[in-house]
């Protein structure tokens, strides 16, 4: 019974079924790395994610209003077609729900991987030696991963930091309390 369970998971292929047996899990016992990386549409057909937007973003308010279930969601900066907006909209969006942690990385071209043998067709370029994190894209230049590089260390300290959760939740929303 004191198993805790450390899940990685993709939000749009979580069925209602799972879901609600999720939220009669024991408090304590889910852990869930929730890949999202990036909720552009255009993103996510270059990175060969097909989650509907809809479904991921639905799924995501559920798992982020379970009280009994930590989530953790990972973002990346750097992905083809992603820019510097794309990733703001994503964190407000994120912010507003309130996970347990939100998680940004650059994104690193490790060698075989699907992305770093079509660097060339997105325009990626990345550093030769590990950990072969992202330099620059089409959409994203040096400052612009310099920023978002800024941001997940930001997001770090304040945002994951359970005592802040609810002060950034009224600040990031649509219509301050």
Do not use: W
Request: one cysteine or more; aromatic letters at 4%; proline letters at 7%.
């Amino acid at each position: 019974p004191e198993i805790r369970f450390h899940l990685e998971i993709e939000p749009a292929r979580l069925t209602a079924v799972v879901l609600e047996e999720m939220a009669l899990a024991q408090a304590g016992r889910l852990h869930l790395e929730v890949g999202v990386q990036c909720m552009n549409p255009l993103v996510l057909k270059a990175i060969n994610r097909k989650s509907a937007i809809t479904s991921l973003r639905r799924n995501l308010e559920k798992l982020c209003s379970l009280t009994n279930v930590e989530a953790h969601v990972d973002l990346l900066a750097g992905l083809p077609f992603q820019t510097l907006a794309d990733l703001e909209t994503d964190l407000v969006f994120l912010s507003r729900l309130g996970p347990a942690e939100i998680q940004l990385e650059l994104l690193k071209l490790l060698p075989g991987t699907t992305l770093e043998q079509e660097r060339r067709k997105f325009g990626l370029v990345a550093a030769p030696n590990p950990p072969y994190q992202i330099l620059s894209t089409p959409t994203m230049n040096k400052q612009d991963l310099a920023l978002a590089d800024r941001l997940a260390r930001l997001i770090d300290g304040i945002y994951n930091n359970p005592e802040l959760h609810q002060i950034i939740r009224k600040a990031t929303a649509r219509e301050p309390r």
